[in-house]
């Protein structure tokens, strides 16, 4: 493993986003191969996510990884933890922006996902080392989070959530937030509802994103751009060939996505992907038992 090295203001590979704050870090401790980059979305949300909130993360993540988008969390339990993986899986970049020392495992189950973040990306923090996880450093690491990014994108989030903190300060600075919304019922989806209600957009598809951050386009392989042009509308046609590939080969009964993927001779990765982007549209929904149907 590569020893952490301290990045200044001066450095040729400083984030220069970091300078539209008013009190940017003085500097950062740097552990891994790919520092931050652009272009960058954040993924934030709730640590005590459901499953479906967790597959969503992960699956924003890993169309923005196979767009060539770094992505950007706090390596938290739940959203942040499924963002980073979702990234990773799809051979992407993605940054953890840490509120204690770089020498520190915070929480500590995250062992393993830490060495995998440092093999495809970085740790970064302005916390000296051995500083441990205090309350106080999550909000100064949120402002971290926010400037990097292009936009912030809140996964589930309850009224009192830290990722709120997240998303507040984006929108100070100037950038795109965009929440997915939940069921009126459910707890962790209260505090991406209020963004929504309060004027966020929501987010449905990465087509949503796209339309929010125009310069993100440009960062994008035209064939990846035509798979997320997904728009509402009525039937399949809506959506890209790709995706419409994914809903014909369902036919009309509940299926394992390893079917889907045999039939058509595509990865599970990139299977998931699709069944992400087609859920999060609301052209799919997950089944008990790992099934997949379409609603649409």
Same mark, same amino acid.
């Given at each position: ?6 990045? #200044? ?55 923005? =990884? ?9 390596? =938290? ?28 495992? $915070? ?28 309350? $106080? ?34 929108? @100070?600075?100037?950038? #795109? ?37 125009? #310069? ?9 751009? @035509? ?28 299926? $394992? ?35 997949? =149907?379409?609603?649409?």
């Amino acid at each position: 493993m590569s020893e952490p090295r301290w990045l #200044e203001p001066s450095a040729p590979d400083w984030p220069e986003r970091l300078d539209h704050l008013a009190s940017p870090p003085a500097g950062l401790w740097q552990l891994g191969s790919i520092g931050p980059q652009q272009p960058c979305v954040a993924i934030v949300g709730s640590r005590r996510a459901t499953f479906g909130g967790v597959e969503i993360a992960s699956s924003i993540a890993r169309d923005l =990884a196979a767009a060539g988008i770094q992505v950007v969390s706090g390596m =938290a339990l739940g959203i942040d933890a499924a963002a980073h993986n979702g990234a990773l899986e799809a051979g992407g970049s993605t940054v953890a922006v840490l509120g204690c020392g770089i020498d520190i495992c $915070y929480p500590s189950r995250h062992a393993e996902l830490r060495r995998r973040i440092i093999a495809g990306g970085s740790l970064i923090t302005e916390e000296p080392a051995g500083t441990p996880p205090f309350k $106080y450093n999550f909000p100064k690491r949120n402002r971290i989070i926010a400037a990097l990014a292009q936009a912030v994108v809140v996964v589930e989030a309850t009224e009192r959530s830290g990722a709120l903190s997240t998303a507040r300060w984006a929108a @100070d600075l100037g950038r #795109e937030v965009l929440a997915v919304p939940g069921s009126i019922r459910a707890r962790q989806s209260s505090g991406t509802n209020l963004l929504i209600r309060d004027g966020v957009r929501p987010f449905l598809s990465l087509a949503d994103l796209l339309d929010a951050v125009p #310069e993100l386009q440009t960062a994008i392989p035209h064939t990846t751009l @035509d798979f997320v042009q997904a728009r509402p509308g009525g039937g399949i046609e809506r959506f890209s060939p790709p995706l419409r590939e994914i809903l014909a080969r369902m036919g009309t009964q509940p299926v $394992y996505p390893d079917q889907v993927g045999a039939t058509l001779g595509l990865s599970p990765a990139l299977v998931a992907s699709r069944l992400g982007a087609l859920e999060l549209a609301g052209a799919v929904m997950s089944l008990p038992g790992g099934l997949v =149907a379409r609603t649409v």
